[in-house]
Each structure stands twice: as structure tokens, then as C-alpha cells.
């Protein structure tokens, strides 16, 4: 059995659907801190036969919650303090996300002025769709 330490402060995003860690690493922008981070790939799970793990040391706030909701609603995140886990918090779709997916009409006004962020609003939540803030383009919730 592999043992990976626990962590004294930081945050585990557990229950990650197995093979799915990398691309959360990346649409977090992990890769881009410089904290200890730790990807356990393919763990024996009895809720999910597999799964990915993610420990990351370092507080809540290095982590958009909302990216991590809308890339997959399913993943727990344990806040550890002191080595315990101290909270537990299941995600939903975010309501509003910015800066994640990016319009593709291109009568769209963010085709046009480039600095404008990509706003979308969650449409229809039961089929997880979302719509651009300006044009109201209609976008399913991708597989990551």
C-alpha cells in the first residue's frame, strides 16, 4: 500500500472521477503555485471503485471553487487544519462562472472586444447548461 503523509494545513479534493486529476491540476492553474501538491491517481475507492485524489498544502484560498464546481460538482473538498479534517464541503454548478469557457459566436461582442471577460450564467441546471451573458449562446457542460 502507498502511504502519502498527511497534511498539518491545506485542503484534499477527494472523490475526483478516476483519470480526471491532470486536467483538474491544470483548469485550477496548480500548476502555476508554489506549494506542495500531491495527485494520487487510480486509489481503490468502495463508493467508486477508483478515483483521484488531490492534496494540496496551503489554504482554501488558492483554489477557485467555482471552477472546481463547474468542472465536476461531484469532487469533496476536506479542509485540514492541524492534521484533521476540520470542514467538509460538497460543490454545486456555480450560478455564474467567468473566465472558464469563451463564447464561440462570433457575432458575440467578446469576439470583438477582446479584453471583455466570458461571463456565463447557469440556464437549465438539470441538463447543465450554460449561456453567454451578451448573447445568450447556448453551451453544455463539457467533459473535462
Not at 116 to 131: N, T
Amino acid at each position: 500500500m502507498l502511504n502519502i503523509s498527511g497534511l498539518n494545513e491545506g485542503i484534499v479534493l477527494d472523490h475526483i472521477e478516476a483519470g480526471k486529476s491532470m486536467d483538474i491540476y491544470y483548469h485550477l492553474g496548480l500548476d502555476k503555485l508554489d506549494c506542495t501538491i500531491a495527485i494520487i491517481k487510480n486509489a481503490k475507492s468502495s463508493k467508486m471503485g477508483k478515483k483521484d485524489i488531490i492534496k494540496i498544502d496551503g489554504g482554501l484560498d488558492i483554489v477557485d471553487l467555482d471552477v472546481l464546481g463547474y468542472i465536476d460538482h461531484n469532487v469533496t473538498v476536506n479542509i485540514i487544519k492541524d492534521n484533521r479534517i476540520v470542514e467538509k464541503r460538497r460543490l454545486k454548478l456555480p450560478k455564474k462562472i467567468t473566465n472558464v469557457i469563451q463564447c464561440k459566436n462570433p457575432r458575440c461582442i467578446t469576439s470583438i472586444e477582446q479584453e471583455l471577460p466570458h461571463v456565463f450564467y447557469l440556464a437549465d441546471e438539470e441538463k447543465q447548461i450554460y449561456r453567454c451573458a451578451y448573447c445568450e449562446e447556448k453551451y453544455g457542460k463539457k467533459k473535462f
